[in-house]
Structure formats: C-alpha cells, structure tokens
C-alpha cells in the first residue's frame, strides 16, 4: 500500500482507479488517502464492497476536502460507514467542487 501512495502522490496519468472488493483496511485506506491528497489528476476511484469503516472514511475525508484532487465520481457503495464519519465525509464531499 506505500507504494500505491507513493504512485498516486506522483502520478501524471491515472484517471481510473477500480479497488472494488480489494479487502481494504483500515491502514489501506489511510496509505490510499495520504496518495489521493496529493493527486493531480485522478477522476474516478471506486471503492465499492471493502467493508471500510470510520477510519478509513475519515482518511478519505481528509484527502477529498484538500480541494486539490479533481475526482469527478466516487463510488463508496457496500462499505460501513455510520454516523460518526458519514457526517465530516459528507461535508468533504460538499466540498469538493468537481464531483458530479
């Protein structure tokens, strides 16, 4: 999971990014945040079915409010998110201007 961070931190090319039912923990998911945080150029990312969890959302959270990553459609679908996280996940999302 470094690697993926250090390879969506630098990435100049990867508009899609399918981790469907990839079993992603929570350490997956913040390794995954801290790379989105600093991505440039990602506009789909598809997490569906990782049984992710509030900390992992949280992470998420933190990487889409940053304003900087120009994803455009989020899937999140069959995950656990409750609602200790679903609201600053929420308000992230809000704030991220170029999802649709």
Known sequence: MRVLR????????LI?????????CEEGAQFLA???????????L?????????PGFYALADAIS???LPLKHLDISNNIITDDSAIPFAK???SNVNLE
């Open 92 to 94: 992230a999302l809000h």
């Open 16 to 24: 899609l990014l399918s981790m469907n039912l990839c079993r992603l």
């Open 34 to 44: 801290g790379g989105l945080a600093k991505n440039r150029k990602l506009l789909t």
């Open 46 to 54: 598809m997490l569906s079915g990782n049984a992710m969890k509030d």
């Open 6 to 13: 250090e390879c969506l931190a630098s990435n100049s090319g």
């Open 66 to 68: 940053k304003g900087s």
